[in-house]
């Protein structure tokens, strides 16, 4: 069973559309997290979600949210899409946030593009 | 803050032949150091890491990595690769202090394995 999931793998969308990407973690994690990673491949955090607080990267513009109907689930809703907005999106998970050895867990990615 | 630099996008090498891939961080403070593998239409994972202790690090797959503090570095290496070690490869630090909503990735270096 794959640990961390994430649908859709691929995501073609109008500008201006809202659109949302699911991730579920079968591992018993408490800590979800979401990852952007650009054309130049840099990859950069945008949310960790850890009983119930949340913690944004303050780049990410409020176009982004994310909600978590469980521990296991953390979603990625998109409003008014941009162009620029076109990247890997990616989920990953850790047993916790704080730990000094915390290892993350990522899903395959969900590309999105933006027409 | 702490940074990581990549310092080559792509390596092709033959297979059977060593490769380096060499990572540079920044950082006003103590540091641990990561690096992922994300393989073809997958996740990124874990491959090995630094938090203290000896500073040559061994990881999955027969890479090891060693820490250089006074060069601020900690190049993967790997003696002989296989075809199957073709993959993007990522160096990730965090402070000692910082959770691990704090990783930073560097910007990934493409191992290609020619046969």
């Known amino acids: 069973d794959t640990a961390v999931s994430q649908t859709p793998k691929y995501l073609v969308t109008q500008m201006g559309n809202d659109k949302s990407i699911k991730c579920e973690q079968n591992l018993g994690h408490d800590t979800m997290y979401w990852y952007k990673q650009d054309s130049k491949k840099f990859l950069k955090i945008m949310f960790s979600y850890n009983n119930k607080e949340l913690i944004i990267n303050e780049t990410v513009p409020n176009r982004f949210s994310p909600k978590s109907p469980d521990k296991a689930h953390l979603n990625l809703h998109i409003n008014s899409l941009e162009l620029g907005d076109s990247a890997v999106y990616f989920c990953?998970?850790?047993?916790?946030?704080?730990?000094?050895?915390?290892?993350?867990?990522f899903g395959s990615g969900t590309q999105l593009s933006v027409l | 803050a702490q940074s990581v630099t990549q310092l080559d996008s792509q390596v092709p090498v033959f297979e059977e032949a060593p490769v380096e891939l060499r990572c540079n961080y920044s950082?006003?403070?103590?540091?641990?150091l990561f690096w992922y593998v994300q393989y073809p239409n997958q996740g990124l994972q874990l491959l090995l890491k630094?938090?203290?202790?000896?500073?040559l690090v061994k990881g999955i797959n027969g890479f090891e990595a060693e820490f250089n503090k006074s060069q601020t570095s900690f190049h993967l290496r790997k003696p002989s690769v296989h075809i199957s070690d073709t993959a993007e490869y990522f160096c990730?630090?965090?402070?000692?202090?910082?959770?691990?909503?704090?990783?930073?990735f560097g910007q990934g270096t493409r191992l290609t394995i020619n046969p």
């Open positions: 630094y938090l203290s202790g000896s500073t």
């Open positions: 990730a630090v965090r402070s000692e202090g910082g959770g691990a909503q704090k990783l930073v």
């Open positions: 950082s006003s403070v103590s540091v641990y």
């Open positions: 990953a998970s850790s047993r916790n946030l704080g730990a000094t050895n915390e290892k993350l867990f």
